[in-house]
């Protein structure tokens, strides 16, 4: 027997959104955030209620955030970026150091941050992987908010 189950929330009209994305690699990552706006907007996210900022690239994303969480307005945040390999190093270093200071941000801050930067080895498995990225991230993010919401009305 479950007892005191939480069932999941897809419900985005109350929430506040900020989103921070990567211009590099510019048109895939305006496909995957225009993905992602679409199906926030289906499941019922107000346009007034979202905050998008784009920056150079994905290392500059994580001290974005840091930024928009410190004026407190919002239920999720959302990183959007594409990081696509060369030839050297430098793929592992931009991935591992924009991921690991993500997922710090959000812990150090209690509050959820949505993965959606690509990392891929060429152009053609990050288109392929646009539509269905943007919108698990769109519900990812509902769901984790109204979720965090929640509990936080337990303490
Ligand atoms: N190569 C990619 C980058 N590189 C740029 C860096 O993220 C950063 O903007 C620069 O080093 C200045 O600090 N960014 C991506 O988002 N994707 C890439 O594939
Ligand atoms: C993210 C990368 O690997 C990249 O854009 C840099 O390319 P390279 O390693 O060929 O300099």
Do not use: D
């Not at 990552?29 to 007034?48: A, D, F, P, W």
């Not at 955030?65 to 919002?74: A, E, G």
């Amino acid at each position: 027997m479950i007892v005191n189950n939480y069932k999941s929330n897809f419900n985005g009209r109350n929430l506040y959104i900020g989103i921070v994305q990567s211009r590099f690699n510019q048109k895939i990552s305006y496909k995957l955030l225009i993905s992602c706006l679409n199906m926030l907007k289906k499941i019922g996210v107000q346009e007034k209620n979202i905050l998008h900022i784009s920056v150079p690239g994905a290392l500059e994303i994580p001290l974005t955030l840091q930024n928009i969480i410190k004026l407190k307005k919002f239920n999720v945040l959302i990183a959007i970026g594409v990081i696509i390999r060369g030839e050297t190093y430098h793929f592992e270093l931009i991935t591992n150091n924009t991921i690991s200071s993500i997922m710090k941000i959000s812990i150090k801050n209690n509050i959820p941050i949505i993965n959606a930067i690509l990392t891929t080895e060429n152009i053609e498995q990050a288109n392929s992987r646009i539509l269905t990225k943007g919108i698990e991230t769109a519900y990812a993010a509902i769901e984790i908010a109204n979720l965090i919401s929640s509990i936080k009305k337990l303490h």
